[in-house]
């Protein structure tokens, strides 16, 4: 459960009641993304400084901007390519942006999320 998105490798060990032991083969597990595109902040509220992570379930080109509470546009984060499953990280310096409430908004195609980013002092 709660297993990031990515490939993850497991085995087990016996252990017998003697103290011998073990291991079995690896086992891959694939965790794929699962909305067509999704945003996370962290830390969430932020001071100085915050990092969005964008995933998109497919390769495609996304969109990534940040809005204020009054839908103003404040800053272009990216826009290109994002890969299949592959987290997206993009830092924000949030010194030069007032306290306040502000959006993240990541457009994919016909897909989009939304996400609120809290700023404090």
Do not use: C
């Amino acid at each position: 459960r709660n297993l990031p998105v990515g490939v993850h490798k497991f085995r087990l060990k016996q252990l017998d009641a003697g103290g011998t032991f073990a291991y079995s083969s690896v086992v891959e597990v694939t965790v794929l993304a699962g909305a067509p595109v999704s945003i996370e902040s962290y830390p969430n509220p932020a001071v100085s400084q915050t990092e969005v992570t964008i995933l998109a379930r497919e390769q495609r080109d996304v969109t990534v901007t940040l809005y204020d509470a009054l839908g103003k546009r404040v800053s272009l984060l990216h826009s290109g390519e994002v890969a299949a499953n592959q987290p997206l990280r993009l830092g924000i310096d949030t010194e030069s942006l007032a306290a306040g409430l502000y959006f993240v908004r990541a457009i994919a195609g016909e897909h989009q999320a939304t996400s609120k980013l809290m700023i404090v002092r």
